[in-house]
């Protein structure tokens, strides 16, 4: 299957920084890329969609200007997560989809961010 | 935001045995898909089964999907101890949008 990584894989941040993620589709072209947000023992939450090109997609109860998504190229999608605090700390998991219709997502292994 | 419940949220078996889970969701879907996570790391898709379809297998697993009553279930058979990891249903509507359910957390003993 298509293979999609993240960058970092951990990190550990000062309450009040900036923090970015970087998900890329190393070998398909993501027309549509997905965050998502996992608290321990928890399932995945979506927080938005993102379309190359386009503003995000944010959903009911996530603040886009505390979570700023960019998505500037088919490869490569990121998200910012400004003035960080320890709430916010989480597993985020993007993922990417080839376009429209019922199709798999391909999943980034997750980053675990720590806000101190 | 979840859709869909899971059950049961966790379940303890033998090497060897057989283990079911299920999940119910609230709104019609295009496909419902099953996903396998491993402590602290990403997703790995297992099947996907379209809502025109009734029964899909794929090695040790088998999803069934029942439209009428808004649920599946996925069949992992003879597991292993290596099978320990959270399953998660996710369901794809509109805008191949997945909705994910609690998971179920799955710990099979040697």
């Known amino acids: 299957g298509a293979v999609v990584s993240q960058h970092p894989s951990w990190v550990i941040c000062k309450s009040g920084t900036s923090v970015k993620i970087e998900c890329r589709s190393l070998d398909f072209q993501a027309t549509t890329m997905f965050w998502y947000r996992q608290f321990p023992k928890q399932s995945l939450m979506l927080m938005a969609t993102s379309n190359e090109g386009s503003k995000a997609t944010y959903e009911q109860g996530v603040e886009k200007d505390k979570f700023l998504i960019n998505h500037a190229s088919l490869t490569l999608s990121t998200l910012t997560v400004t003035s960080a605090h320890p709430e916010d700390s989480s597993f985020y998991i993007c993922s990417g989809g080839q376009g429209q219709g019922e199709e798999e997502q391909y999943f980034g292994p997750g980053t675990r961010l720590t806000v101190t | 935001s979840q859709q869909g419940e899971e059950d049961p949220q966790a379940l303890s078996i033998q090497e060897g045995e057989n283990a079911t889970m299920n999940c119910s969701y609230k709104?019609?879907?295009?496909?419902l898909q099953w996903y396998r996570q491993n402590s602290g790391r990403g997703l790995v898709h297992l099947i996907l089964i379209r809502s025109n379809e009734r029964e899909k297998h794929s090695g040790r697993l088998r999803v069934t999907l029942d439209t009428s009553k808004k649920s599946s279930s996925l069949l992992i058979t003879a597991s292993r101890a290596a099978d320990t990891a959270s399953y998660f249903c996710a369901t794809n509507g509109a805008g191949n949008m997945l909705t994910f359910g609690g998971g179920t957390r799955l710990m099979v003993k040697p």
């Open positions: 709104t019609s879907i295009n496909n």
